[in-house]
């Protein structure tokens, strides 16, 4: 038990930014909170990350990026859509993508509670299916869309839980190329 309160921590540690209660109107653009290019000798300093944090769905269409989705799934049943709009002559780069669950007892691989996809372009079409979490084995990779929308679906059933205590905590992080 005390392992697993451990990883929690380092989780909420790790997306320090999660804030409950939010309406997609209020998506914050945090100025003290910046993005540090990757290499560790470098100072300079990115955009400020556009972050929408446990609201569920909307479309998403701002000029700048970089833009995050981060949700947690635990006592009720949510069926959120994204659709992210990059501006025009532009795609969308997923390069930031992690799905923590927690559990008490069971294999959260084996729980069908949580479906989670991705489509480049509308999600009405399976053609553009990217990532499907039922598919055994399915890696999400980073990603640039071919045109200029990405599709997001998360479907949580609390009926279909493995176990009472079970929950998912998911971030996606998106820029535009």
């Not at 989705?69 to 990059?86: Q, Y």
């Not at 009405?124 to 990779?141: A, C, H, I, M, P």
């Not at 679906?153 to 905590?169: A, F, G, H, P, T």
Request: hydrophobic share 30%.
């Amino acid at each position: 038990m005390d392992l697993q309160l451990f990883c929690i921590f380092l989780l909420f540690l790790n997306l320090r930014t999660f804030t409950f209660g939010k309406s997609i109107s209020d998506a914050t653009t945090d100025e003290s909170e910046y993005e540090r290019a990757e290499s560790e000798e470098s100072d300079e300093l990115l955009e400020p990350v556009i972050r929408y944090n446990n609201v569920c769905g909307g479309v998403l269409a701002h000029d700048k990026s970089p833009i995050e989705i981060s949700i947690t799934l635990k006592n009720e049943s949510k069926k959120c859509t994204w659709t992210i709009e990059a501006p025009e002559g532009r795609r969308i780069e997923l390069f930031y993508h992690t799905m923590g669950c927690f559990s008490t007892v069971s294999d959260c691989t084996k729980d069908k509670a949580y479906v989670y996809t991705i489509y480049d372009g509308s999600s009405e079409n399976d053609s553009d299916l990217l990532y499907d979490s039922r598919s055994v084995g399915s890696t999400l990779q980073p990603f640039i869309s071919s045109g200029k929308e990405v599709t997001v679906d998360v479907y949580y059933r609390q009926d279909l839980r493995s176990e009472k205590n079970i929950s998912y905590d998911i971030a996606l992080r998106f820029k535009y190329v």
